[in-house]
């Protein structure tokens, strides 16, 4: 529930559920470990435990016998998990605090091409089952769905009331917990599917290494 001192007042329910998994694989004395989990509104939106599992012990297996490789130039797939990380440092770069702070090489860069043209970022605030969905944001603003990057080119930044008001974009994207004001926060970021498939796209690199110069 909240309430603030412009009127609103307003409340939603929310519910999650997990199921995690770390196994350990022995191999000639030498041990390794990964993990896998699964996590959604209900029980509904979570893989099979054996599927959790599964994927979980090929994370493991594949660690044993891992070795260094020669330094080179090569071509990089993210995986999800990866990918995840570099979501959020640009995040980072994208929230209203860090602009108005000159803290970010974005600042003053809307309408620019900043990324490939394949690169999508999506927050959608009011994604059916998600996670980070909610009707209202910390400030009681509307949520909605923004694309702050549009096919590479940067159309907004990420913003509450009070970084909006100092960089010029549109609010309705913050966050705040139990105690403390509020700040900029996300709902449901990602980056927006491709058309091909992860396995395609992994299938699909060369080979190609060269020793540095």
């Given at each position: 529930m909240l309430a603030n001192t412009l009127g609103f007042l307003g409340s939603y329910r929310s519910s999650s559920i997990s199921l995690s998994v770390v196994p350990v694989a022995e191999r000639d004395g030498v041990m390794e470990r990964d993990y896998w989990y699964t996590v959604g509104r209900g029980r509904s939106d979570l893989l099979a435990p054996e599927e959790v599992g599964r994927i979980a012990a090929e994370r493991t297996l594949r660690r044993l016998g891992a070795r260094k490789v020669a330094t080179a130039e090569v071509p990089v797939v993210f995986d999800p998990e990866t990918a995840a990380d570099l979501l959020g440092h640009v995040f980072g770069a994208i929230s209203g605090y860090a602009v108005f702070r000159g803290a970010t090489f974005l600042k003053d860069r809307l309408g620019e091409t900043i990324?490939?043209?394949?690169?999508?970022?999506v927050d959608d605030g009011r994604r059916p089952r998600g996670l980070g969905s909610r009707p209202f944001d910390g400030e009681g603003s509307?949520?909605?769905r923004n694309v702050p990057i549009e096919r590479g080119v940067l159309r907004h930044y990420l913003c509450d009331w009070y970084s909006a008001r100092r960089?010029?974009?549109p609010d309705g994207s913050a966050r705040r917990g139990v105690s403390g004001g509020p700040s900029v926060g996300a709902g449901n970021l990602c980056f927006e599917a491709g058309d091909t498939l992860p396995e395609a796209i992994i299938g699909g690199v060369e080979r190609v290494s060269t020793s540095p110069t």
């Amino acid at each position: 529930m909240l309430a603030n001192t412009l009127g609103f007042l307003g409340s939603y329910r929310s519910s999650s559920i997990s199921l995690s998994v770390v196994p350990v694989a022995e191999r000639d004395g030498v041990m390794e470990r990964d993990y896998w989990y699964t996590v959604g509104r209900g029980r509904s939106d979570l893989l099979a435990p054996e599927e959790v599992g599964r994927i979980a012990a090929e994370r493991t297996l594949r660690r044993l016998g891992a070795r260094k490789v020669a330094t080179a130039e090569v071509p990089v797939v993210f995986d999800p998990e990866t990918a995840a990380d570099l979501l959020g440092h640009v995040f980072g770069a994208i929230s209203g605090y860090a602009v108005f702070r000159g803290a970010t090489f974005l600042k003053d860069r809307l309408g620019e091409t900043i990324a490939s043209p394949l690169l999508t970022m999506v927050d959608d605030g009011r994604r059916p089952r998600g996670l980070g969905s909610r009707p209202f944001d910390g400030e009681g603003s509307p949520t909605r769905r923004n694309v702050p990057i549009e096919r590479g080119v940067l159309r907004h930044y990420l913003c509450d009331w009070y970084s909006a008001r100092r960089s010029g974009t549109p609010d309705g994207s913050a966050r705040r917990g139990v105690s403390g004001g509020p700040s900029v926060g996300a709902g449901n970021l990602c980056f927006e599917a491709g058309d091909t498939l992860p396995e395609a796209i992994i299938g699909g690199v060369e080979r190609v290494s060269t020793s540095p110069t």
